[in-house]
């Protein structure tokens, strides 16, 4: 018993020391890098271009809340003030050059419905990361669709299209140039729904 007891031991220790020299060779491999200079190493590692715009969305709301998604993707949304104005980026969700689709989704503020001043203001515009001193570029400014009523020859009323429903929901095209092409999360999945049934459980 005390010489299996023995050879366990011998067995367990050599485990052990191999682990170690493997620790230590992976040490070894990362020995340039140290705990100041480690943000330094990872972002030489990040890949530049001689342009990198930055887009942006500058937003005023009034009356209401909203939600922002680009591509698909929740890309900002606005809870807390009614009335407010701020911008926000969205090269997050924007994966190449070319058409990209805004989609925004307007909520009553302080009311079960949407009331007749319900606004929302977006404005497209970029800066240059590479060049602070280029100046910003604005590309264009959309508002949520309102009705026109004549109230004299050279004065008309406007209220929000979509006031006395409880949300609402619009969408337009915007068009950017960026220097890299990415494959959007979710490109190529398929919709389990219009699947076959008995062919899905098969592969499942």
């Known amino acids: 018993m005390s010489k299996y007891r023995k050879c366990l031991q011998f067995i367990l220790l050599g485990i052990s020391l191999i682990a170690c020299s493997q620790s230590k060779n992976e040490i070894m491999q990362n020995s340039n890098i140290n705990a100041n200079n480690i943000v330094e190493e ?3 590692q990040i890949k530049h271009y001689p342009s990198e715009k930055q887009y942006t969305f500058t937003y005023n709301n009034h009356m209401c809340y909203f939600e922002i998604l680009v591509n698909d993707m929740p890309s ?3 809870y807390d ?3 407010t104005g701020s911008a926000f980026l969205i090269n997050d969700v924007i994966f190449k050059s070319g058409k990209q689709k805004v989609t925004y989704k307007v909520y009553p503020a302080s009311s079960e419905v949407l ?3 319900t606004d929302l203001k977006l404005t497209l515009s970029s800066y240059d990361q590479k060049n ?7 590309y264009m400014e959309y508002s949520i669709p309102k009705n026109e009523k004549k109230v004299t020859e050279n004065y ?3 209220t929000f299209s979509g006031a006395g429903k409880t ?3 619009g969408s337009f095209d915007i068009n950017v140039e960026v220097p890299y092409a990415n494959q959007a999360p979710f490109e190529k999945a398929q919709d389990l729904r219009k699947m076959n049934k008995k062919e899905l459980e098969i592969k499942l």
Not at 132 to 138: E, H, L, M, N, R
């Open 156 to 158: 008309s009323n406007y």
């Open 167 to 169: 949300f609402y929901e």
């Open 132 to 138: 602070k001193s280029a100046d910003d570029v604005t």
């Open 115 to 117: 009331p007749d001043n």
């Open 42 to 44: 990872i972002t030489k």
């Open 76 to 78: 900002f949304k606005e």
């Open 81 to 83: 003030e009614a009335q």
